[in-house]
């Protein structure tokens, strides 16, 4: 039986002295590597019973026999040379097969299996869910419907003000939009 769910997770390559960029400038290489290992391994226990088919998404290459279960996890590749270019493409890929499809980082600790069952539930009734993150940006974000070919183009990625403006772009577009907890 198939899930009509998808779970993108967005993951960067894990690698000694690639990504965690900030906080390894704070704390070394080695220990942001670390820190981002733990937080990967978060990510795949709460994921991996999620109602939804959860796919990972690697920032550079495929790791097949890696942590991440084969018979759990589907992966692929992110292609695009921006934020928003990646995240229509796997929008796009996942809404091949899928109904409702949410997207998330693979480095929230404080995001739960339930948390993410939720988000999907709340795409029962509204057109789109979004998590905003204490930095402005946001942690999660999902669609019940193929996502309009503009929602993440013309866009400034990691800026503060990134909840407020797709807020804005998806009344705009005319989405119901439901808060993620």
């Not at 733990?38 to 026999?65: D, G, M």
């Not at 998330?104 to 739960?112: H, P, Q, R, V």
């Not at 402005?136 to 503009?150: D, E, M, R, S, T």
């Amino acid at each position: 039986m198939s899930n009509t769910n998808a779970l993108i997770i967005f993951t960067r390559n894990p690698e000694l002295g690639k990504g965690k960029r900030r906080l390894a400038a704070t704390v070394g290489d080695e220990a942001a590597f670390e820190i981002y290992k733990f937080l990967l391994s978060h990510t795949r226990e709460i994921t991996k019973s999620v109602n939804a088919q959860p796919q990972v998404w690697y920032s550079e290459k495929l790791h097949q026999n890696d942590d991440w279960d084969n018979e759990i996890y589907q992966k692929h590749v992110q292609q695009g040379e921006d934020l928003g270019v990646r995240m229509q493409h796997a929008f796009d890929t996942a809404f091949k097969t899928h109904d409702k499809v949410v997207i998330i980082g693979s480095d929230m600790y404080d995001l739960t299996t339930q948390d993410l069952d939720k988000a999907f539930e709340l795409l029962d009734s509204r057109d789109a869910v979004m998590g905003p993150a204490i930095d402005g940006g946001y942690y999660l974000l999902g669609f019940n419907k193929q996502v309009p070919a503009n929602v993440f183009s013309n866009k400034e990625w990691g800026n503060r003000n990134s909840t407020g403006a797709n807020f804005k772009r998806f009344k705009k577009l005319k989405l119901h939009i439901a808060r993620a907890t």
